[in-house]
C-alpha cells in the first residue's frame, strides 16, 4: 500500500515540475500535501512514519514549524526519523498566535542554504508553512506580493493575522 502512495506522490511531483504551480495530492501520513515545482512542498502535520516517504520523493531537508508542545507534534521522532533516512531535519518553532519576525530570518536563511533545497517545510495545518514561503517569493524570488500571496492561498494560508504578518514582514524588509 505504501508503494501506491508514493508512487501517487512521485505523479504529482511530475506533474507539479510541468505545470510550474501548486499541486495537491493525497500522501498517507501527511496533512494538506501542496506542492510547488520541484522547489518545495507546504504541507500540515506529518507522521515520523512519513519522513522517509518524503526522502523518496527527493526532497533534501525537512523544515518543521511546529512547537514542540503542540498537540500532536512529535519533534524528537521526526528528527530520529529523518537522521534515519538520510534527509536534513531543520527545527524552526513558529508560534502562529505571536509570529515572530526572527522566526522568517532564520527561514529565509536556512532556506537559502546550499543543500536544502528541494525543502518539505510543514506546520499542523499548512497555514505557518504558506506564509513563510509568501515572504520568500516576494523578498528572495522577487515576485510581487499579489502572485506570491495568491499561491500562498493555493498552498493553504488560510489565516487572515498570519497574512498580515506577512505582508507587513514583507513591507519592513523591501529593499
Not at 22 to 45: L, P, R, Y
Not at 101 to 129: K, M, S, W, Y
Not at 139 to 145: A, C, F, G
Amino acid at each position: 500500500m505504501k508503494k501506491v502512495f508514493l508512487s501517487l506522490a512521485a505523479a504529482a511531483f511530475c506533474v507539479a515540475t510541468v505545470q510550474a504551480q501548486v499541486t495537491k495530492s493525497t500522501v498517507e501520513g501527511i496533512m494538506n500535501f501542496a506542492q510547488v515545482e520541484t522547489t518545495v512542498a507546504c504541507t500540515g502535520a506529518i507522521k515520523p512514519t512519513s519522513v522517509a516517504g518524503i526522502k523518496k520523493m527527493g526532497f533534501a531537508s525537512i523544515i518543521n514549524l511546529r512547537v514542540a508542545t503542540e498537540t500532536g507534534a512529535d519533534i524528537d521522532a521526526e528528527a530520529a526519523a529523518a537522521k534515519d533516512a538520510g534527509i536534513n531535519f531543520i527545527h524552526i518553532p513558529f508560534a502562529g498566535a505571536s509570529p515572530d519576525p526572527a522566526v522568517a530570518d532564520r527561514f529565509l536563511e536556512t532556506i537559502q542554504t546550499a543543500g536544502n533545497q528541494p525543502a518539505f517545510i510543514h506546520c499542523a495545518t499548512g497555514n505557518r508553512a504558506a506564509v513563510l514561503w509568501m515572504i520568500k517569493r516576494v523578498l528572495v524570488d522577487k515576485w510581487t506580493t499579489e502572485k506570491a500571496t495568491e499561491e500562498a492561498t493555493q498552498l493553504g494560508l488560510t489565516n487572515a493575522p498570519l497574512k498580515k504578518f506577512a505582508l507587513d514582514y514583507i513591507e519592513a524588509h523591501k529593499k
